[in-house]
């Protein structure tokens, strides 16, 4: 049977059984598609070929019976943390955030409070014993939602090309690429760069309000990429080559920004994947909590 035809037999999530093949060490991700390890192999894993639909994993149906996979809990529930698993290139803030932008939870003075809506997914509200901070925890099956894994992989740049599967068999772990990347923001920014666009959706998930392409207080026409009103504050974003052309533009705005004393923050390209550590350090800088 398909790995996917496997997790309705033990009852489980589709995606938390491939994240747990993957931790036994049965598969590994290779070029875009799941392939088999020697481990999986011995286990009976092999490979069925198909002319429209390509190659896939197979199972036999012992493997259902195995001790390791039968020790996986089918009612456990999961936290934003704990799906950072499935979603290793997110930090578990951005996941809350994400949660709440499609209206399943709230942030307040008290922490991350459950909404009508997300308790309608199996969302229950929970409090720390330590800290007495709100926080929400969700049924397994919530990575399987088709949203939420849609959501949370564009936001982690999980979106890339994957062979045709059979039905009922997605790569739950690979997506769709477009021949060129697609830089719209979550809020409708038509963005220059893929590191625009990730910066434009972390301000818009840290509900900030954000101006795209705005002209400095100065006499000269010289744009930022992002203004934030709150607190005044430029950012702009130095990807990894400049073009020659652009160089002598850019110094230009960082010696305005140091004329007339004007706030700024500067993202640059190897910041791609801290931006929670990057922005939040610098905004708050400047007083503004995240």
């Not at 709440?100 to 709230?106: D, P």
């Not at 307040?108 to 459950?114: A, Q, V």
Request: hydrophobic share 40%.
């Amino acid at each position: 049977m398909s790995t996917t035809a496997l997790a309705k037999k033990l009852n489980i999530p589709a995606q938390q059984l491939f994240a747990t093949l993957k931790d036994y060490g049965w598969i590994e991700r290779f070029n875009d598609v799941w392939a088999l390890t020697p481990k999986g192999e011995f286990e009976g894993g092999a490979y069925r070929d198909s002319k429209r639909y390509g190659r896939y994993i197979v199972w036999p149906p012992t493997v259902e019976k195995h001790q390791l996979l039968a020790a996986i809990e089918s009612n456990q529930r999961i936290t934003a943390a704990a799906m950072r698993r499935y979603y290793p290139r997110l930090h578990p803030r951005q996941i809350n955030r994400a949660l709440a932008e499609l209206g399943l939870q709230q942030h307040s003075i008290l922490g991350w409070e459950l909404t009508s809506f997300g308790r309608t997914l199996g969302g229950q509200q929970e409090e720390s014993e330590s800290s007495g901070a709100f926080y929400v925890t969700w049924p397994h099956e919530i990575i399987d939602h088709p949203v939420i894994h849609r959501e949370l992989s564009k936001q982690s740049d999980q979106i890339h090309r994957q062979p045709a599967a059979l039905p009922g068999e997605p790569d739950l772990f690979g997506n769709e690429e477009s021949p060129a990347p697609s830089c719209v923001g979550i809020d409708g920014h038509i963005l220059h760069s893929t590191l625009q666009m990730r910066v434009c959706d972390w301000l818009y998930l840290a509900q900030l309000s954000h101006a795209f392409q705005r002209a400095l207080p100065v006499e000269e026409l010289v744009l930022a990429d992002f203004y934030l009103p709150m607190g005044n504050i430029y950012i702009d974003c130095w990807e990894a080559d400049v073009p020659a052309s652009q160089l002598s533009s850019r110094l230009l705005k960082r010696e305005l920004y140091r004329q007339f004393d004007l706030r700024h923050i500067e993202i640059n390209a190897g910041d791609v994947e801290r931006l929670d550590e990057v922005l939040g350090r610098g905004l708050l800088g400047f007083g503004i909590r995240c």
